[in-house]
């Protein structure tokens, strides 16, 4: 009796280890099913007639990130708050036609320049490259179509913990004016931790610049009619990059230390965005470069923001000499939320790790200069936690 006690006892287990782990049973023989999983289905089509998919990257847990193939956009990613949740963080659309229509790089790949070139104007080896001027007199984010606004090639990639999704383009030669034809593939990887890897590569044949990004605004309430002023924001840099009036980078970087720039230690985002500073006022609020600390060391952290209501923890790790946060400044009510409403000002943010705005211009900025025999690299992390 005590033998079969023990046997229906050891039986149970096993039946609730296999139920925990997904695994499925033939001819005895164990299965583990995938942990992460991906899903397609169609977005929509173009106006030039591109079809366009919609990739749902989903883990154990129950994050959910939704990535479409016209720009690489993340159009929602879905994160647990302490009471588990599940609920969208990043600002964007529904449909393909508002994506085509009017938006400022929601969710998108930046490319082939991310954040700011003066007069659109650039220098290698004794040429001018001449670039379309698109944000007041400056080259913005790859110009009138970067690749935020092309239709990329995707696969899948899983395995029994992480689930990826690769995206390759090719920007030919001259391309919105930048010499060479890059080959381009970007990896979007969730994994069980929930944490998603945005892995960049890229080659040319032809001496170019490169500097690519990932656009998406978040606002961990997952109420897009709040501003994000409440989040507590950690930026891991003791220098920023000051601007102009047209947010080109002075040339210099600046120590935070006792200005509005100092993130090192946490700090509400609206404690300090609305004084009277010149590079506030410049840039309506923060929309400014951190040199961020220990570049030498590779992949490290380089900041955080965490909303104390929700409870929801957002980090980023990368290697990258640079972040650009953005408080969402130019957000002006005039276009539709996603449910429903309007985006006002500073209801999202963005956290951008790139090389430094306008470097082929600025000699003393890390290059962003991308030779044939070389191979561009570049990758960054987000953790999303609760605390």
């Known amino acids: 009796m005590r033998f079969f006690e023990i046997y229906l006892k050891s039986l149970t287990l096993s039946v609730i280890s296999a139920l925990m782990l997904g695994c499925t049973h033939k001819n005895n023989k164990t299965k583990i099913m995938p ?3 991906i899903e397609k289905k ?3 089509t173009t106006k030039e007639g591109q079809n366009v998919d919609q990739y749902l990257l989903e883990n154990k847990s129950g994050m959910q990130i939704s990535i479409i193939t016209y720009g690489g956009i993340i159009t929602s990613w879905t994160s647990a708050d302490k009471n588990g949740d599940y609920k969208d963080i990043v600002l964007g659309y529904n449909t393909l036609e508002e994506y085509e229509s009017e938006t400022p790089y929601f969710g998108a790949l930046i490319g082939r320049y991310g954040n700011r070139i003066a ?14 001027v ?3 007199v400056n080259h913005l984010h790859g110009g009138l179509k970067g690749f935020d606004k092309v239709v990329w090639e995707a696969e899948t990639i899983t395995s029994d913990t992480e689930a990826a999704l690769v995206l390759k383009y090719l920007s030919k030669d001259m391309e919105e004016g930048y010499p060479g034809n890059l080959v381009i593939t970007v990896t979007y990887m969730l994994n069980d931790n929930n944490e998603l890897e945005v892995k960049y590569e890229a080659s040319t044949d032809k001496t170019t610049i490169v500097n690519l990004t990932q656009h998406s605004y978040f606002n961990l309430t997952a109420d897009f009619n709040q501003t994000v002023l409440d989040h507590e924001l950690t930026i891991n ?9 047209t947010l080109i980078p002075l040339g210099n970087l600046s120590d935070v230390s006792q200005t509005p720039f100092d993130f090192r230690a946490s700090k509400r985002i609206g404690q300090h965005i609305n004084e009277e500073n010149t590079q506030l006022i410049n840039g309506l609020g923060y929309d400014h470069c951190w040199a961020l600390n220990d570049q030498d060391k590779g992949m490290r952290f380089a900041a955080s ?5 929700s409870g929801r923890l957002l980090e980023v790790f990368t290697d990258e000499p640079g972040i650009q946060f953005y408080s969402g400044n130019f957000l002006d009510g005039s276009l539709p939320s996603k449910s ?4 006002n000002q500073r209801t999202g943010f963005c956290l951008e790790t790139q090389h430094y705005p306008d470097s082929p211009n600025q000699e003393d900025f890390p290059s962003v200069v991308l030779h044939p025999d070389e191979k561009y690299e570049s990758h960054t992390t987000f953790r999303l936690s609760v605390k």
């Open 340 to 343: 429903g409403g309007v985006y």
């Open 134 to 136: 698109n944000n007041a």
């Open 237 to 245: 840099a003791d220098s920023f990059i000051p601007v102009d009036e």
């Open 35 to 37: 942990l992460v999983t």
């Open 119 to 132: 007069e659109g104007r650039f220098s290698l080896n004794d040429t001018t490259y001449t670039l379309a």
């Open 305 to 309: 923001a965490y909303e104390p209501v």
């Open 42 to 44: 169609q977005f929509g």
